[in-house]
């Protein structure tokens, strides 16, 4: 495993108690390099959506965690926030609350000539998922083939 899967994996079991004493859902943790900047980011959710109010709560409590514990190496930013309306499906949850409801898929490379596809979630495992397109087909996709799968917006 390498830091990055530690220092995720640590975070999410340090906030993990703050979000549920909250009523919160965590959605996922990340520890990205953007720039020269190291960023250790928890996406929070609950019904209703997430406010500014309370990612700066979550925040604050666990900026005290960090402190203490003190598990990351580099010096970063440490960042909570809703995981936005283009929400990306990433765990087991995600897709069991977006069975039967319309989903975007892009992949890595062209499938069928297109990279981008939007339909029904029909179904899903740990290799594989599956959408029913508009012309009522179903289109299997490779969980490697698939750069990111979300909710589909409608605007």
Known sequence: ??????????TEKFILPILEKNRFELVD???VKEGSTWYLRAYIDKEGGITVDDCES??????EILDREDYVE???VFEVSSPGLGRPLKKEKD????????IEIRTYRAIRHAKEFTGTLKAYDEKTVTITDENGEDVVFEKADIALVRQALDF
């Open 74 to 76: 580099d010096s970063y």
């Open 95 to 102: 897709y069991i609350r977006n069975m039967g409801k319309e």
């Open 29 to 31: 943790v990340e520890y």
């Open 1 to 10: 495993m390498g830091r990055r899967e530690i220092y995720e994996e640590k």
């Open 58 to 63: 979550v925040a604050r409590e666990m900026n």
